[in-house]
Structures are given as structure tokens and as C-alpha cells.
């Protein structure tokens, strides 16, 4: 499964839950090209190492923030042999950049029914179904009809979701020993 939409997902949550998403980078490429496991293993090694050794007494993100590789950016690699790294931010769409033309990043069905792109509603809260929410006018009997077939509601996606709790509030801990 290789839907990037669930990188845009996890950067919506590290938003919600750190007000950044720094400590995140998307690289992106087709099979067989591009960056190396070992390449990326060794950055993520400099940046733990780098978190852990870090005397200062800042927040945990904030050290995250001060220890990332310089070079260490979101990026893409084009297709085919001899593949050129392209650093540049990932942005949710298609087309609207280098990126996204090579890979695009599609929605996924929740997204398709006003969810937004962090997916962290499993269970959404019911509201009752509404004409405003069709951008094209409906006949009375198509409006029963909807009202028949989405009996208990719609998705309310403007609420938290059913059972939906908010984050514990504890970083974990990084100890390379």
C-alpha cells in the first residue's frame, strides 16, 4: 500500500500535536531509485544521536527542531537510472509541484466526504442530512431519498469523533545504549 496521503495524514497530527511537523521529512522515489536505506538509516542516526547528546534544557520538540541534519529535507528522486534528487517541501495536491507531478497524492474516501487530512476520526459524530451540503440543487424526491438512505445522519466532521481523546501528553525517549 502506498498511498501518500498518510504522510500528509501524520504531518496533520504532528501539526495538531506540536504546532510543527519538524520533526518529519518525506523522501519519496520509485523502486530502485534514489536514496539508500543505509543513507537514510545514517541520518536518522545523526539526528537521534545528535537529540540525545543535546545538553540544553528546551522542550523535547525543540531539540528536535535544533538537531536535524542540515541536509536532511523533504525530497523526491525522479524515475529511471541516474535519478536527480529534487529537495523541495511536500505539499498535499496534484501537479502543484516537481513532486507531486511525478508522484501524485491522491484523497482517500473520508478525505472525499469532508474529513480533513489528518484521518483521525474513526468514528464520526452524526449530524441530520442538509441541502447546503450538495453543491448542486436537489428535487424534493432527491432529497427524501438522501434523507431514506443516510437515515441516522451524515458525518460530522467538524467535531471530534465518537470516544475521540485527546493525547497523552508524553514524549518517549530515544537511548542509543
Not at 521529512?25 to 543505509?38: N, P
Not at 445522519?153 to 501528553?169: E, I, M, R, T
Request: net charge neutral; with cysteine; aromatic share 8%.
Amino acid at each position: 500500500m502506498h498511498m501518500r496521503f498518510h504522510s500528509f495524514s501524520t504531518r496533520a497530527r504532528l501539526d495538531k500535536a506540536n504546532g510543527t511537523h519538524a520533526n518529519q521529512v518525506m523522501l519519496t522515489r520509485s523502486s530502485g531509485h534514489g536514496f539508500t536505506l543505509a543513507g537514510m538509516l545514517s541520518d536518522m542516526d545523526q539526528w537521534l544521536t545528535g537529540i540525545k547528546g543535546d545538553p540544553g534544557g528546551d522542550t523535547p520538540i525543540e531539540k528536535i527542531v535544533r538537531n536535524r541534519p542540515p541536509g536532511l529535507t523533504d525530497a523526491c528522486w525522479t524515475r529511471g537510472i541516474g535519478a536527480k534528487k529534487i529537495a523541495e517541501p511536500q505539499v498535499e495536491g496534484i501537479g502543484n509541484t516537481e513532486c507531486n507531478t511525478l508522484y501524485p497524492v491522491w484523497t482517500s474516501p473520508r478525505m472525499v466526504a469532508g474529513a480533513d487530512v489528518a484521518n483521525d476520526i474513526v468514528k464520526c459524530r452524526k449530524r441530520p442530512v442538509t441541502r447546503t451540503d450538495y453543491q448542486v440543487p436537489l428535487t424534493d424526491g432527491q432529497f427524501a431519498d438522501l434523507q431514506s438512505v443516510f437515515g441516522t445522519g451524515v458525518c460530522d466532521w467538524s467535531v471530534p469523533g465518537a470516544g475521540q481523546q485527546g493525547l497523552a501528553g508524553t514524549w518517549l525517549d530515544f537511548d542509543p545504549a
